[in-house]
C-alpha cells in the first residue's frame, strides 16, 4: 500500500502509529498573569548535546481555544519538560483535556508544583526528572487551523532523582519511562536489551 498523505483521510493516526514509541514531554509552564499550566505532548525530542536543546511541537489550536502552552512559553520563554513515568501516567493524561486558560492543571492532576531554581515555571514535584528550559526560538509550521509551533527550547537546569542516577548511567528500571503508541496506547519500557555499536577501523 502507497499512501498520499495528502488524500488519505486520518494521515495523522498513520503517522502517529509508525513512528513509536514516542517519548512524552509533560511541559509545564506559567502564564503572563501567574497561572500554572500542565500538557503532555510527544512530538519532542533531544536534538542536540551541546548546546543542550529539546524540540516540542505544538498545534497553536486545539477545537475551540489557543493552546495555553505555546501561549504562556512565547509570553515568558521559560518552561519545564517533566518526564512522564509509569506513576504519573494516568495524570498526565488528565491534564490533556482542553481546561480553560484560567485552569492549574495541577490541581486538577493532583500534582505538586516544585518551585525551579532558574525559570519562573513550577516542576512537577512527582517527575523523577525535571528539565529547566529557556525558550530559543518558535519555528511556524503550517498555517490557519493547521499552524504549529516548533519550540526548540535549551535545557538550563536538569534536576534528577538521586536513586535513578549513578554516574552518567540512568538506570530505566527505577525511572520506567512511558512511551506513546498512537491514539490511546502507551507503552512500557522495562523489556530493554543491548546492541553493542560497531566500530569503523579501516
Ligand atoms: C500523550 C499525549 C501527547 C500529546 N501530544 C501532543 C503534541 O505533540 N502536540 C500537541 O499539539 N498536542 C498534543 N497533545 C494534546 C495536548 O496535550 C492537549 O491539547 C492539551 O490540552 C494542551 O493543553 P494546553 O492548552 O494547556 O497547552 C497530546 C496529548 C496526549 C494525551
Known amino acids: 500500500m502507497k499512501i498520499d498523505p495528502k488524500s488519505f483521510e486520518g494521515f495523522n493516526r498513520v503517522l502517529t502509529g509508525v513512528v513509536v514509541p514516542r517519548p512524552i514531554a509533560f511541559v509545564s509552564t506559567r502564564s503572563k498573569s501567574g497561572v500554572a499550566n500542565l500538557a503532555p505532548f510527544s512530538f519532542y525530542n533531544a536534538i542536540s548535546y551541546d548546546p543542550p536543546m529539546i524540540v516540542v511541537s505544538a498545534a497553536r489550536k486545539a477545537d475551540w481555544k489557543e493552546k495555553d502552552t505555546l501561549t504562556n512559553i512565547e509570553d515568558t520563554g521559560e518552561f519545564v519538560v517533566n518526564v512522564v513515568v509509569d506513576d504519573i501516567a494516568e495524570a498526565m493524561n488528565t491534564t490533556a483535556a482542553e481546561f480553560?486558560?484560567?485552569?492549574?492543571?495541577?490541581?486538577?492532576?493532583?500534582?505538586?508544583?516544585?518551585?525551579?531554581?532558574?525559570?519562573?515555571?513550577?516542576?512537577?514535584?512527582?517527575?523523577?526528572?525535571?528539565?529547566?528550559?529557556?525558550?530559543?526560538?518558535?519555528?511556524?509550521?503550517?498555517?490557519?487551523?493547521?499552524?504549529?509551533?516548533?519550540?526548540?527550547?535549551?535545557?538550563?537546569?536538569?534536576?534528577?532523582?538521586?536513586?535513578?542516577?549513578?554516574?552518567?548511567?540512568?538506570n530505566h528500571d527505577v525511572l520506567k519511562p512511558v512511551g506513546r503508541l498512537a491514539g490511546n496506547m502507551y507503552c512500557y519500557t522495562h523489556d530493554s536489551y543491548q546492541m553493542v555499536r560497531p566500530v569503523y577501523k579501516p
Open 100 to 170: 480553560p486558560t484560567d485552569v492549574d492543571e495541577f490541581e486538577i492532576a493532583g500534582l505538586t508544583q516544585a518551585p525551579s531554581d532558574i525559570v519562573a515555571a513550577p516542576r512537577v514535584a512527582e517527575s523523577p526528572v525535571n528539565m529547566e528550559c529557556r525558550l530559543d526560538q518558535v519555528v511556524t509550521i503550517g498555517s490557519g487551523d493547521k499552524e504549529h509551533g516548533l519550540i526548540i527550547g535549551e535545557i538550563v537546569l536538569m534536576h534528577v532523582r538521586d536513586d535513578i542516577i549513578s554516574g552518567h548511567r540512568i
